[in-house]
């Protein structure tokens, strides 16, 4: 059984093998991009060389990206805990040519990779193809024998990648593997694809075209390859297991977390744990990369992912901080591969134990008034958003919390009803201010709220507090 590091280690060195430049991750905070939240795939580092606004000394690279995929265009933050194959921090392997071989060779790799390198049995893998690809599907039968009824055809967006409105696009092809009968879920295309049965470990992404702002699409005279496989994915399937949860990596994390909390996974707790596992994950690395809660853009992203968490080893019995003292076991895992986690060890344990002390504060009696207001409600009920907004803004509960915390019992939350009373509150406190005729205090003011935010406002000094971190 190979661990997670070795399998890195393998796809790295598989296509270093074949004249890849090993080029290390990018920074969860792009460089090169202010209108990406976070890096959430391997291409992010390498954008401006698919565009031609950037040249490299190498004109093929490999990679295992950090990605967050927790806001922004791709959120996986809800499926965390819940499906097989997700994570909010995961490492996206990939090999990437800019304008050198193209589909037939990038699907050679592919598939040479994953059934001669990982021994991979072919009868247990389907690939996709975009409808109008013939070409691709062309190749997969004659690279890889496939018979006609594991080349699925897929005419949606799913199967065609684009960088934006403009720019590099082209037809994907998406590898996945069959994890056998018993497990529910069909395959792709099917009505529900969404389960987690056939689980999408590699898409392969061929950029032939350029896409001219609101005009026609052109064929690039030199195409690419980007490609992206889910190192977590993959480690199940070497492993034997079904959830990325009981891969090595994890299952260090969630015995931890067992140790620290003293309660053992089972159907009841398994969820939190594993939530907890993920978001610690998610946390450590956003810290590292000079993320640190805040009550707006990134720093709030990172504040639910925390809170989120700590929500969770509340649930579990937990009565002092908890997931700072997981961060040694994560350094352990992951550090040789990611020394940014040990160069940062005592920043991300600080952060996590003041952020948990401080919500703790609030967390018990928030979650008894949730309680409270929803003794009464049923499966496919709605909270109010009024009490949802309660929450945000006296107990620092961030909306995505409040949801969290009532999928189990299956009732949603009223978004619209939240956001209305978001907006009356902002309403209200722009009225109270008017007619002081300051408008320069005014401003400042709200500027302060803006960036502060309502969530702990408790007076004065907790606010100082809040903005302080
Ligand atoms: P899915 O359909 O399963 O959500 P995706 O199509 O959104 O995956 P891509 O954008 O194609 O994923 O990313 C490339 C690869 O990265 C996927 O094939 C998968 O192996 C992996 N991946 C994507 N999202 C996640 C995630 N949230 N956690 C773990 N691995 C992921
Ligand atoms: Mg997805
Ligand atoms: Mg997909
Ligand atoms: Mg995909």
């Known amino acids: 059984m190979s661990g997670v590091n070795e399998i890195r280690s393998t796809f790295l060195e598989y296509f270093a093998r074949n004249g890849h430049e090993v080029v290390a991750s990018g920074p969860l905070v792009p460089r090169n991009d202010p209108t990406l939240m976070f890096t959430n795939a391997g291409m992010v580092q390498f954008k401006n060389v698919f565009t031609g606004l950037e040249k490299l000394p190498y004109s093929t690279a490999t990679t295992s990206q950090k990605c967050v995929r927790a806001g922004g265009k ?11 194959r997700h994570h909010t921090f995961f490492e996206m392997l990939g090999n990437f040519s800019f304008g050198d071989y193209f589909k037939e060779n990038a699907i050679e790799l592919a598939w040479k990779l994953v059934t001669k390198e990982f021994g991979l049995p072919e009868e247990k893998l389907l690939v996709t193809v975009y409808s109008e690809d013939e070409e691709a599907a062309t190749f997969w039968k004659k690279i890889a024998g496939l018979p006609d009824q594991r080349i699925i055809r897929i005419g949606t967006s799913d199967n065609f990648w684009a960088m934006g409105d403009s720019g590099p696009c082209g037809p994907c092809s998406e590898i996945f593997y069959d994890h056998g009968e018993g497990i529910p879920g069909g395959p792709p295309g099917s009505p529900d694809e969404d389960g987690d049965r056939f689980i999408e470990i590699w898409n392969l992404v061929f950029m032939q075209y350029e896409q001219i702002a609101g005009g026609p699409r052109l064929d690039l005279p030199r195409p690419s390859i980007d490609t992206g496989m889910g190192l977590e994915r993959i480690a199940a399937v070497l492993q034997g297991v079904h959830n990325n949860y009981d891969i090595d990596l994890f299952k260090a994390l969630i015995h931890a977390s067992e140790e620290a909390t003293g309660v053992g996974s089972t159907p009841e707790t398994v969820a939190s744990h594993r939530i907890i596992a993920d978001h610690l994950r998610a946390s450590s690395f956003l810290i590292a990369d000079g993320v640190l809660p805040s009550n707006e853009g990134r720093g709030y992203v990172l504040r639910r992912i925390m809170r989120r968490a700590m929500r969770h080893a509340h649930l579990l019995g937990s009565e002092e901080p908890l997931l700072y003292r997981l ?82 019992r299956g009732i949603g939350v009223d978004r619209s009803g939240f956001e209305t009373a978001m907006e009356r509150q902002r309403a209200e406190a722009r009225a109270n201010w008017a007619g002081s005729g300051e408008a320069a205090t005014e401003a400042v003011w709200f500027g302060l709220r803006e960036k502060v935010g309502a969530t702990e406002f408790l007076g004065y000094s907790a606010a100082r507090t809040v903005a302080s971190v």
């Open 327 to 408: 961060v040694g076991t994560l350094a352990h895992e992951m550090g040789q591969a990611y020394p940014e986690l040990i160069r940062a060890q005592s920043l991300i344990t600080e952060t996590l134990r003041l952020e948990e002390a401080r919500f703790r504060k609030t967390l018990a009696r928030g979650l008894s008034l949730l309680d409270e207001a929803t003794t009464s409600l049923e499966k496919g009920d709605n909270l109010d958003g009024e009490t949802a907004f309660k929450l945000y803004d006296t107990y620092g509960f961030p909306y995505d919390l409040t949801e969290d915390a009532l999928k189990a």
């Open 74 to 84: 791709h959120n996986d933050l809800d499926n965390v805990g819940y499906t097989a």
